[in-house]
């Protein structure tokens, strides 16, 4: 037998042993800290996923519920029974603040100058105000969160 085999393995060895384990432990934290960060986009992802989902839930939610303020408003304006029309003008008010609570704005129309932006001309009218006005509206148009969901049908100027 060798002299090297009787005692073990050699300095040289054992530090070049030493060595590929301190690489060995360097890139497997490395690889840790890697794993933690996927991890971490991983989960932000997520969280922005589930946010954008819950908006466009939301949303549809609200734009399927513009039809009950559409009809809402008709009733208030055509009940003859003044107690009946308050009592349904005061849910509506209810109805309405909860829904601007969570992000809906009617988008103001008459008097304003047209933008495609915000309505949708159906009709045009000579009239003494400024080419481009929005005269009268069919059915309001409304913002969720800074996003138009539903334009304004208007008439304007020509």
């Not at 003859?80 to 509506?92: F, L, R, W």
């Not at 309405?96 to 949708?120: T, V």
């Not at 059915?139 to 304004?152: A, D, W």
């Amino acid at each position: 037998m060798t002299k090297s085999r009787k005692k073990g393995k050699t300095k040289k060895e054992l530090q070049e042993e030493i060595k590929n384990l301190r690489e060995n432990l360097t890139e497997c934290k490395d690889q840790l800290l890697r794993n933690q960060a996927e991890f971490e986009n991983y989960r932000k992802q997520l969280d922005r996923e589930k946010e954008q989902f819950m908006k466009t839930a939301n949303e549809n939610l609200i734009k399927d519920l513009l039809e009950i303020i559409d009809t809402m408003e008709i009733a208030i304006n055509n009940i003859k029974d003044k107690e009946t029309a308050e009592g349904v003008g005061n849910i509506y008010k209810k109805f309405m603040k909860i829904l601007e609570y969570h992000g809906l704005k009617k988008i103001d129309a008459i008097g304003k100058k047209f933008d495609p932006y915000y309505h949708e001309a159906f009709m045009q009218e000579k009239s003494n105000k400024p080419e481009g006005t929005v005269l009268e509206e069919f059915q309001p148009g409304y913002m969720l969160n800074f996003k138009v969901i539903r334009h304004s049908k208007v008439k304007i100027s020509k």
